[in-house]
């Protein structure tokens, strides 16, 4: 039987630069010693309190559905944050409670794209935005970006492209560069969607992972609350990247329609896991702020490592988990670096192509191995960088 052309498609075909992930992968699984900073997942778990509460709230009863948009109590907790967050007012109507910000993502370009509808997304990129957005049945076409501008889209580029498409993807602080987007370059983007009616999904998981500059959320900006999706999520913020749990807040018309869809994939998100993710988010700041304390330590582990030397170059880091280096200066392509550094020196790092064309020649590091390993890591990643420069 034949499957649709959708489903089939969701990755694009060929390989999608996670092959050194996956070998990573497999020699931990054989009994091999690998410093793993791949992928954006803390080296804490989630707070046993937390824990203890959505063991609570299950033994409490609430195993049961649980209401498809998200509980109401919830639902207010996140406007409220948000309407804190950002001076925008937000109520409960706003938000729509998603089973991780992925399938936020996915849902999002379902309500901006009817099938075979352009949506926009800036490369580099979160690894799933392309697929997320075929998955969704519309066509994703990169903006691709130039590490001399930071990996900032040149705003000529996105206004060509923008009266064809529906909607614009970014993410801010971004993975993979770790940039910040400043409220300049927010209201360039904002303006163009403004003029080419376009839907604006801003991606802002890392939204608590910030260390140099302001996070500013672009549905603050005038006149974008009406256009504006935005993606949370609690994996980063709360370490609760397997509880699956994030919202969409968006114009209360929107997430109706949202919830309408909910109802007929999810189904929602487990009552328990909502109640511990409202007993996490009242937990406040201070929370979240020791949650992200260890990737600032670690990007200045970076920092202080990368002074002595010119082979290995940072993206000036300013949020998120990761910091991207480039690596052009030893001849190496991205691809080529981070197999033959895992082959010889076991470690694991993540290839630029993985994450589109315009991070060829970079490296993305996670930053998610305890300090002294990851200081450690750094130290051989360099010398391995100098000595087998072409
Ligand atoms: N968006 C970005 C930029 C990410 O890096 C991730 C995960 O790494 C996600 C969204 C999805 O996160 P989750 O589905 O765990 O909320």
Aim: glycine share 8%; hydrophobic share 45%; with cysteine.
């Amino acid at each position: 039987m034949n499957l649709s052309t959708r489903i089939t498609n969701i990755t694009g075909g060929g390989s999608d630069g996670w092959d050194v992930f996956y070998k990573a992968r497999r020699m931990i699984a054989a009994g091999t010693q690998v410093a793993e900073l791949t992928i954006g997942e803390h080296d804490i778990r989630t707070a046993p309190d937390i824990l203890k509460n959505m063991h609570q709230a299950a033994l409490g009863g609430h195993t049961g559905y649980a209401a498809v948009p998200g509980t109401l109590s919830l639902r207010k907790t996140v406007a409220d944050r948000i309407a804190a967050r950002t001076g925008v007012p937000t109520t409960a109507d706003n938000i729509l409670i998603t089973p991780g910000g992925q399938a936020a993502l996915f849902a999002a370009h379902i309500a901006a794209c009817d099938p075979g509808d352009t949506a926009l997304y800036i490369d580099p990129y979160y690894a799933t935005y392309p697929g997320t957005i075929r998955g969704a049945g519309a066509m994703p076409r990169a903006i691709v970006t130039d590490p001399a501008q930071n990996f900032v889209p040149n705003m000529d580029v996105l206004a060509k492209a923008a009266p064809a498409a529906k909607s614009l993807l970014i993410n801010t602080p971004n993975n993979p560069t770790g940039f910040i987007y400043n409220q300049h370059i927010l209201e360039q983007i904002s303006g163009i969607c403004r003029t080419h009616n376009l839907w604006l999904i801003s991606d802002e998981v890392y939204d608590t992972q910030i260390w140099d500059g302001t996070h500013i959320s672009p549905r603050q900006l005038p006149d974008m609350a009406n256009r504006t999706l935005v993606i949370g999520s609690m994996s980063k913020s709360h370490a609760m990247t397997g509880s699956r749990i994030g919202w969409i807040c968006g114009p209360a018309a929107a997430i109706s329609h949202l919830a309408n869809l909910a109802t007929h994939t999810t189904y929602g998100v487990p009552g328990y896991i909502q109640d511990a993710a409202e007993y996490a988010l009242q937990q406040g700041a201070a929370l979240e702020a020791e949650i992200a304390a260890p990737f600032n330590r670690r990007r200045q582990i970076t920092m202080d490592a990368l002074k002595a030397q010119n082979m290995v170059k940072a993206i000036p880091a300013q949020g998120a988990m990761y910091v991207m280096l480039d690596i052009r200066a030893t001849g190496l392509s991205g691809i080529n670096f981070a197999n033959t550094l895992l082959d010889t020196e076991h470690i694991a790092v993540m290839p630029g192509e993985s994450f589109g064309q315009a991070a060829a020649g970079h490296v993305r590091v996670a930053m998610t191995i305890d300090d002294d390993r990851y200081a450690s890591a750094l130290q051989k990643l360099i010398t391995f960088a100098q000595t087998n420069a072409a």
